[in-house]
């Protein structure tokens, strides 16, 4: 306990074995990592699970390999441990809820934190301000569950910001923080408090209606740094006195013997992600509404443009240039919606990948593949119903194939822009997403024919997934086609080439099926940056870690 900035958090994370920036110095536990579980305070959980399917995940993942009732017993002692069991089949939720069913409140789902933390039977877990965000009596419901785990020897250390009195008293032990300094480590009763310094705030004060932790918060923060650093060498020299009793350590209610120290195989933890994102982003409503969604987004968009006619007419050609733009350009604004979704997954990944539940090249396979459904699908239905209305290829179907290929290629490489983002600015990627979205419109060839772009800065134009869309969509429409002029002797009348030429799209115009291998390449080489990102990332947290 102690004042904002006290370092709670930090020594916590020390302590608990996670990523930490710096130096540390001292000892530290003796624990293997199977012994030590630690519980953020954010509750990164996928929102479209059940309890019991939340519970299962960790345990196919962190358990080694058993039959599948074995699992499920596992996951029902945790849960009658922790009173879930009533809320087994109730969906998790959470701030990316895509469920439109009940789901979890606050305090709940931090049970579900706190039973995915004790799935491998650790002797400790460490929790970074458990009840942050929660009501009073929710907070103290989360304490309380606590204080029951430690009634079959499990020791529970937790950071936590002025609680309430009933809470406060509940603890065994506390330690004050302040500026970095340990000051205080005992009961949290007024008598140890008096005599280890803190008698000048208490004494006169009833403690059984004044809440010692606020009285010492509060002094803390006001403390002279003098004052400080005296206070924290007594606390040195009477601490290093005291001797810490060994506890008993029992199994959970239940009688299951602690898991063995030793993971699933790769095949095993690609099929539980597998089997679980298909869940999430196929088996929702989410996914449906979506498809639904872009075939109105497609008439919508397609209506404007029938009256237009089959035939290309001079008077109505730039019509038909801007409808094949702004086709473009929505379609890669529609990826931009995702942003929330690619956010979350870098949380929840970070976290799980932590916790050594899969590597970043399954989570990668696993999201990508049905990514194809969640992005491709609507994607395709949305072209295929602007293209059809917009009546250009009435009677050559194989380029409305071509161009929503290309179309669905541009939007899958926009999602993975924005997933390089996330990855790199995990905590604020709007800005740059922001830039992106902004800047992309200008190297399509609409605005500024691509020749005409000055050449170091034309290469954006040519990495652009949407420059690809318009110049495919473009050369389908207008390459070797005839267009009706009102005069055909007026010098002024383009032909369909002509029109490519203004637009600098048809000198050096690649072929067809060599623009799509262009798509497909800038797709696997952003899939590859984002591994190499990932990857590294996951080697740096390993490796700061004891």
């Given at each position: 306990?102690?004042?904002?900035?006290?370092?709670?958090?930090?020594?916590?994370?020390?302590?608990?074995?996670?990523?930490?920036?710096?130096?540390?110095?001292?000892?530290l536990?003796?624990?293997?990592?199977?012994?030590?579980?630690?519980v953020?305070?954010?509750?990164?959980?996928?929102?479209?699970?059940?309890?019991?399917?939340?519970?299962?995940?960790?345990?196919?993942?962190?358990?080694?390999?058993?039959?599948?009732?074995?699992?499920?017993?596992?996951?029902?002692?945790?849960?009658?441990?922790?009173?879930?069991?009533?809320?087994?089949?109730?969906?998790?939720?959470?701030?990316?809820?895509?469920?439109?069913?009940?789901?979890?409140?606050?305090?709940?789902?931090?049970?579900?934190?706190?039973?995915?933390?004790?799935?491998?039977?650790?002797?400790?877990?460490?929790?970074?301000?458990?009840?942050?965000?929660?009501?009073?009596?929710?907070?103290?419901?989360?304490?309380?569950c606590?204080?029951?785990?430690?009634?079959?020897?499990?020791?529970?250390?937790?950071?936590?910001?002025?609680?309430?009195i009933?809470?406060?008293?509940?603890?065994?032990?506390?330690?004050?923080?302040?500026?970095?300094?340990?000051?205080?480590?005992?009961?949290?009763?007024?008598?140890?408090?008096?005599?280890?310094?803190?008698?000048?705030?208490?004494?006169?004060?009833?403690?059984?209606?004044?809440?010692?932790?606020?009285?010492?918060?509060?002094?803390?923060?006001?403390?002279?740094?003098?004052?400080?650093?005296?206070?924290?060498?007594?606390?040195?020299?009477?601490?290093?006195?005291?001797?810490?009793?060994?506890?008993?350590?029992?199994?959970?209610?239940?009688?299951?013997?602690?898991?063995?120290?030793?993971?699933?195989?790769?095949?095993?933890?690609?099929?539980?992600?597998?089997?679980r994102?298909?869940?999430?982003?196929?088996?929702?409503?989410?996914?449906?509404?979506?498809?639904?969604?872009?075939?109105?987004?497609?008439?919508?968009?397609?209506?404007?443009?029938?009256?237009?006619?089959?035939?290309?007419?001079?008077?109505?050609?730039?019509?038909?240039?801007?409808?094949?733009?702004?086709?473009?350009?929505?379609?890669a604004s529609?990826?931009?919606n995702?942003?929330?979704?690619?956010?979350?997954?870098?949380?929840?990944?970070?976290?799980?990948?932590?916790?050594?539940?899969?590597?970043?090249?399954?989570?990668?396979?696993?999201?990508?593949?049905?990514?194809?459904?969640?992005?491709?699908?609507?994607?395709?239905?949305?072209?295929?119903?602007?293209?059809?209305?917009?009546?250009?290829?009435?009677?050559?179907?194989?380029?409305?194939?071509?161009?929503?290929?290309?179309?669905?290629?541009?939007?899958?490489?926009?999602?993975?822009l924005?997933?390089?983002?996330?990855?790199?600015i995990?905590?604020?990627?709007?800005?740059?997403?922001?830039?992106?979205?902004?800047?992309?419109?200008?190297?399509?060839?609409?605005?500024?024919?691509?020749?005409?772009?000055?050449?170091?800065?034309?290469?954006?134009?040519?990495l652009?997934?949407?420059?690809?869309?318009?110049?495919?969509?473009?050369?389908?429409?207008?390459?070797?086609?005839?267009?009706?002029?009102?005069?055909?002797?007026?010098?002024?009348?383009?032909?369909?080439?002509?029109?490519?030429?203004?637009?600098?799209?048809?000198?050096?115009?690649?072929?067809?099926?060599?623009?799509?291998?262009?798509?497909?390449?800038?797709?696997?080489?952003?899939?590859?940056?984002?591994?190499?990102?990932?990857?590294?990332?996951?080697?740096?947290?390993?490796?700061?870690?004891?």
């Open positions: 306990m102690g004042p904002s900035g006290a370092g709670k958090t930090s020594l916590l994370e020390i302590l608990g074995n996670q990523t930490v920036e710096g130096e540390v110095t001292g000892e536990p003796d624990l293997e990592a199977e012994e030590l579980a630690f953020t305070q954010e509750d990164v959980l996928e929102p479209t699970s059940t309890v019991l399917e939340t519970l299962l995940f960790y345990a196919m993942l962190r358990l080694p390999p058993m039959r599948s009732r074995d699992y499920r017993r596992r996951a029902e002692e945790i849960m009658g441990v922790l009173g879930l069991t009533p809320l087994m089949d109730q969906m998790v939720g959470g701030s990316s809820d895509l469920t439109m069913m009940k789901t979890l409140s606050g305090g709940q789902r931090r049970r579900v934190s706190i039973g995915c933390a004790l799935m491998i039977d650790p002797k400790v877990i460490m929790l970074d301000e458990p009840t942050s965000g929660l009501d009073p009596f929710t907070a103290l419901t989360v304490v309380e606590l204080l029951q785990l430690t009634k079959n020897g499990l020791t529970c250390v937790c950071s936590i910001h002025q609680p309430r009933d809470i406060f008293k509940k603890f065994h032990q506390v330690m004050f923080l302040c500026q970095g300094l340990a000051v205080y480590a005992g009961p949290p009763t007024g008598d140890e408090l008096s005599a280890a310094g803190f008698r000048s705030i208490l004494t006169d004060r009833d403690l059984t209606r004044v809440n010692p932790a606020d009285l010492i918060a509060d002094w803390l923060t006001v403390m002279t740094d003098s004052d400080l650093e005296a206070l924290a060498q007594t606390y040195e020299e009477k601490f290093s006195q005291k001797k810490i009793p060994k506890v008993e350590r029992r199994k959970l209610a239940g009688g299951s013997e602690p898991a063995a120290r030793e993971g699933p195989p790769v095949l095993l933890r690609f099929k539980v992600l597998a089997r994102e298909f869940k999430a982003k196929v088996l929702t409503y989410h996914s449906a509404s979506r498809i639904g969604s872009m075939a109105l987004w497609g008439i919508m968009f397609g209506i404007p443009y029938v009256k237009i006619g089959y035939a290309l007419k001079s008077t109505q050609s730039f019509d038909r240039i801007r409808g094949l733009y702004a086709i473009a350009l929505f379609n529609l990826t931009h995702g942003s929330p979704v690619m956010e979350y997954y870098v949380l929840q990944s970070k976290a799980e990948m932590g916790k050594g539940l899969y590597k970043p090249l399954e989570s990668l396979i696993v999201f990508f593949m049905y990514d194809v459904f969640i992005v491709l699908v609507p994607s395709g239905v949305l072209l295929t119903v602007e293209m059809l209305l917009m009546g250009s290829f009435y009677d050559k179907l194989d380029k409305i194939l071509y161009v929503v290929t290309i179309g669905v290629l541009e939007h899958c490489n926009f999602s993975i924005l997933l390089i983002i996330s990855v790199l995990p905590k604020n990627p709007t800005g740059m997403k922001l830039i992106l979205q902004a800047t992309t419109p200008i190297f399509t060839g609409f605005m500024i024919p691509i020749d005409q772009i000055v050449w170091p800065v034309r290469i954006f134009a040519y652009s997934p949407l420059h690809l869309t318009f110049a495919g969509a473009m050369n389908s429409m207008f390459a070797g086609q005839s267009i009706e002029c009102d005069d055909s002797d007026d010098p002024d009348c383009e032909q369909g080439d002509d029109v490519l030429k203004s637009y600098g799209i048809l000198d050096d115009q690649p072929t067809w099926y060599e623009v799509i291998m262009i798509a497909i390449a800038m797709f696997i080489t952003y899939l590859l940056i984002v591994y190499y990102i990932m990857r590294r990332q996951y080697i740096s947290d390993q490796s700061s870690k004891r």
